[in-house]
């Protein structure tokens, strides 16, 4: 499942006020860029919306990306990859999240889903971007605790 951070689409934070989204929304129209104007309709739509903004917030949940450049998650914790083999890194990483999973809820991976747990992995030549999504901040952090101590992402 791939993940849009309808907050970033307008360069808002995550806490921004109803007010804040009209705002820029208004100051995206002013000068609308054809290769965002979908995206941040879409944002503008859902964000304007409390009950629909509660549901997007409740899906979107907390997000840790693991990548060389964090410019599309600008509300998410980034990390850098410690390897040089990047692509099958990052594939090991999502089993030990799986795994992580696995063994803090003895979830299956179904269950983790409907849990709220989900991965995005994405590469275009040589920029490899793995998603994490958490439910939780705890479980965000707790996991991310656990990488850096196993010295596999870095800060």
């Not at 693991?66 to 594939?91: G, T, V």
């Not at 958490?134 to 196993?150: R, W, Y």
């Amino acid at each position: 499942m791939e993940f849009v951070d309808y907050y970033a689409a307008l360069n808002l934070p995550k806490n921004a006020q109803i007010k804040d989204v009209r705002k820029a929304f208004d100051d995206f129209m002013e000068n609308p860029s054809p290769d965002r104007f979908e995206r941040c309709t879409k944002a503008y739509g859902i964000l304007i919306n409390p009950y629909k903004r509660a549901r997007y917030n409740k899906t979107f949940g907390h997000l840790m990306v693991i990548e060389a450049s964090p410019q599309e998650y600008p509300n998410a914790i980034h990390y850098r990859l410690n390897s040089i083999q990047p692509y099958a890194s990052l594939q090991a990483l999502i089993e030990k999240f799986k795994n992580w999973i696995s063994d803090k809820y003895d979830f299956d991976w179904s269950e983790a889903q409907l849990a709220n747990y989900s991965y995005h992995l994405q590469h275009n030549g040589e920029n490899f971007r793995l998603v994490f999504r958490f439910p939780g901040s705890a479980d965000l952090e707790k996991f991310s605790q656990f990488l850096l101590a196993h010295k596999l992402i870095k800060v």
